[in-house]
């Protein structure tokens, strides 16, 4: 928006930083001369008569009823915050617009929304959100904006700004340590790679180097007026060596013994850092947590860790061919894990079983499969084994704990004589593919319904149903559906197995009271599992894609796991709600 251009609506911020003045306040030497005096005057910079901020659910709810208006809100992936509040409230209206800003994680409902839009018709688009299942209507669009500044805008702000020492606390682990070794020459005490639940001191007044960096020792330097070449490492590890200095050095360090240390400029220093990333004589390997430190090469011949992270992944997305599904691939550092998510993990076992075994010698990198399939395929391909004659009536439906997929057909009468041999090589052709059993369901063939139960005074059905419901009103655990089976027997649905198996007593109980036999659901809510687990998560730990439910375990992607004070708590409740336990998996493990 142009400097003076009234905006055609007005704009609404939610979830944000309600004021930036006491961040601009900081910089308040830097800032143009008008925006400078409204700081001094304690006006708002960012908030005016036309951009204003959220700050209750009533306001939320005032904009939503109001004139048309843009709502700028957090967090972008519509994963929990403010954006998943509008989004379900605004979603089914085709006057709205959403627009996404920002990377969408591939399990995130962002992501989920893109890929409605993109696959299918208006019909069809239905999202969950807060555990709500919204029909989609809105349009939806992309736009590529990031406030994130790049390494040399980084490293710009830090030579500005002239602090002793920086500490990396954000961002991925690769990134933090490329980022490391260029800022390390602007800093006179180094930079700082914390881990997660480390404790580390700053003093107000400079202190000196910590012992971590070795010790600060003059140097006369020992180039006695030599350029550097490829002998230069070799004579500083030479002379390291002999004196027994102690490492890990840092760059300036060692350019300082080669140079001497009033000779050494930042110039020097990078010269230096280049010929030791650039040197094949390893006289010197980086520290593992902290590349931009330097340790002595020993004598000892060299033993490979484990391969850089960017490289292994390379290695591995190498390792395997297209049709192999491999689809997302995820490093978890601290445990030099990464876990693969292939389409279908099952068939990857068998398949490409001694290519994971090598991949793990080459890399020295733990490599775990995600256990569940990548559903949308798993459908797809269940669509694409339906014999020729046959229609798939819906779409299908996955038994996770039973490992199957179920099919709703209408078979022709061309290929009805000869549907079961069809249906047999499809459902082969389909294990073979996925590692799924493929079910086939016909409503046009009327199967032959069981005996009615031999007890001659058994209940009428409805009353039987009435009796159960009564059984667990006001019951947390109390079925979701309640129905008659084969017209054989009545089974009663819970959130899992594990839940109804609590109440075996009780139903029995009511088996022999309404004379019929009373069964238990096999099959999981999986939607319901995952609102609790939803439910239940902090919004502070910021879920980065909807739960993964596996056959004893849920496991809820969060950007930051709960507090230790409040995970065990939790689990119990959920295992209380559920049957099952339930894990908490942030991206640094």
């Not at 089976?485 to 089974?491: H, N, S």
């Amino acid at each position: 928006m142009r400097r003076g251009q009234i905006p055609e609506f007005p704009i609404f911020v939610d979830g944000m930083v309600r004021s930036v003045n006491a961040v601009y306040a900081s910089f308040a030497d830097d800032l143009s001369p008008p925006v400078r005096r409204k700081v001094e005057r304690g006006e708002e910079v960012f908030y005016s008569e036309w951009v204003s901020a959220i700050s209750t659910l009533s306001d939320r709810n005032r904009v939503i009823s109001g004139p048309p208006c843009c709502i700028v809100a957090s967090s972008g992936m519509l994963i929990g915050g403010a954006s998943s509040y509008y989004a379900e409230k605004m979603a089914g209206d085709a006057s709205n617009l959403i627009a996404i800003t920002g990377y969408q994680d591939e399990e995130s409902p962002g992501r989920a929304l893109l890929d409605l839009v993109q696959e299918k018709t208006p019909e069809e688009r239905a999202l969950t959100l807060n555990g709500q299942r919204v029909k989609v209507a809105c349009r939806v669009e992309t736009y590529s904006l990031s406030a994130h500044a790049d390494a040399g805008e980084l490293t710009g702000l830090v030579q500005r700004l002239k602090p002793r020492s920086c500490y990396l606390v954000h961002g991925d682990e690769s990134a933090r340590k490329a980022l490391s070794v260029g800022l390390d020459a602007h800093l006179p005490e180094g930079v700082h790679l914390p881990e997660n639940g480390g404790t580390y001191t700053m003093d107000s007044l400079p202190t000196g180097r910590g012992k971590s960096y070795g010790r600060r020792i003059p140097r006369a330097g020992i180039a006695g007026g030599r350029a550097l070449s490829n002998d230069t490492l070799m004579d500083v590890r030479a002379y390291v060596v002999e004196t027994g200095a102690k490492g890990p050095f840092r760059v300036q360090e060692l350019a300082e013994i080669w140079f001497g240390t009033e000779m050494t400029t930042p110039s020097e220093s990078e010269a230096f850092r280049l010929l030791l990333t650039a040197s094949k004589q390893q006289q010197f390997e980086p520290d593992y947590r902290r590349p931009f430190l330097y340790h002595v090469k020993t004598d000892v011949p060299f033993v490979d860790g484990p391969m850089e992270m960017n490289e292994a992944r390379v290695c591995i997305l190498a390792a395997f061919p297209i049709e192999a599904g491999l689809f997302k691939c995820s490093a978890h550092v601290d445990q030099r894990v990464y876990e693969l998510a292939f389409h279908f993990p099952d068939v990857i076992k068998t398949q490409y079983g001694d290519v994971l075994r090598q991949l793990e010698t080459e890399t020295g990198w733990i490599l775990r499969l995600r256990e569940t399939p990548h559903q949308g395929r798993l459908f797809e391909e269940a669509k694409a084994c339906v014999p020729e004659g046959a229609t798939a009536l819906k779409a299908p439906a996955l038994r996770l704990d039973q490992h199957e997929v179920s099919v709703t057909v209408a078979v022709s009468k061309a290929i009805a004589g000869n549907w079961e041999h069809l249906a047999k090589a499809a459902s082969e052709n389909f294990k073979m593919r996925t590692g799924f059993d493929l079910v086939w369901d016909r409503p046009d063939v009327k199967t032959e319904a069981p005996a009615l139960p031999k007890q001659h005074d058994a209940w009428e059905i409805n009353r039987a149903y009435g009796e159960i419901r009564k059984a667990f009103q006001g019951n947390f655990h109390a079925p979701s559906k309640v129905g008659l089976k084969g017209g054989a027997y009545i089974e009663v649905a819970f959130i899992s197995p594990m839940i109804g198996k609590r109440y075996r007593e009780l139903l029995d109980q009511l088996s022999e009271q309404t004379g019929w036999d009373i069964r238990i659901r096999p099959s999981n809510n999986q939607d319901q599992i995952s609102q609790v687990a939803q439910a239940l998560t902090p919004e502070k730990c910021v879920m980065r894609g909807a739960p993964r439910i596996y056959p004893d375990r849920v496991v809820v992607p969060v950007m930051h796991v709960p507090d230790e004070s409040e995970r065990d708590a939790l689990a119990i409740q959920f295992e209380d709600q559920t049957g099952f336990a339930i894990v908490w998996e942030s991206p640094k493990g």
